[in-house]
């Protein structure tokens, strides 16, 4: 079977992008649930004690392992604490920029030992070592899948709702990495705010 690369997939190799998006999803959830205080046009301080912070991460989190069952790492009691901390170090990956972020996930992934290994049975790759803790090897593997996409010149993946008052983040996997909103409701607000600026400016 011919293999040929281009820009974002590896033809006939579904489990490399999988897991690039896997873990880029894991890193979305991560910053938005514990480093994003202004969501949908609204304040929302950032939960700042571990119920809170369990409270924030839990629904977004358990959905997350809904659509990867077989995500390693996933089990046993959060750290909020330090998922917080990694959730901080995550979020400039997703601001405006070519190489945003660079020098807080090269950190990350020292911090946390990422390196290439395969476990568990079938064999899974991952990029945190086998006793890592859930904080650890969430963020190994997070970190790395970002590190993924800005190495192979995708960074403009990795955005911003860009509505006014909204700072949550995404991975864009449309095909020409077209994606503005974190959502539809601030895609409408945004086309709605634009609506009334044409409006008051033909009244004027």
């Not at 950032?46 to 392992?65: K, Q, V």
């Not at 009691?77 to 997703?94: C, E, I, Q, S, Y």
């Not at 949550?168 to 994606?179: G, H, I, K, P």
Request: proline share 5%; charged share 20%.
């Amino acid at each position: 079977m011919a293999v040929t690369i281009d820009v974002w997939r590896i033809t006939g190799q579904s489990q490399i992008d999988s897991y690039v998006g896997r873990w880029a999803e894991l890193a979305v959830v991560l910053v938005n649930a514990l480093a994003v205080d202004h969501t949908q046009g609204r304040t929302r301080p950032l939960p700042a004690t571990a119920p809170e912070r369990l409270a924030a991460l839990e629904p977004a989190l358990a959905d997350w392992r809904a659509r990867h069952p077989r995500a390693e790492g996933d089990g046993g009691p959060l750290d909020t604490d330090r998922l917080a901390g990694v959730a901080t170090a995550l979020r400039p990956a997703f601001a405006d920029g070519p190489y945003a972020g660079v020098a807080e996930l090269n950190t990350l992934l020292v911090r946390h030992g990422a390196v290439p290994n395969l476990h568990g049975e079938p064999p899974v790759l991952a990029f945190h070592a086998v006793e890592a803790d859930v904080a650890g090897a969430m963020a190994a593997d997070a970190g790395t899948a970002l590190a993924m996409v800005i190495g192979v010149g995708q960074g403009e993946r990795l955005a911003a709702c860009q509505a006014a008052g909204c700072e949550l983040v995404f991975f864009d996997v449309t095909r020409n990495a077209s994606r503005r909103f974190c959502g539809l409701a601030c895609q409408n607000r945004a086309k709605a705010a634009a609506y009334r600026a044409r409006r008051n400016r033909s009244t004027t």
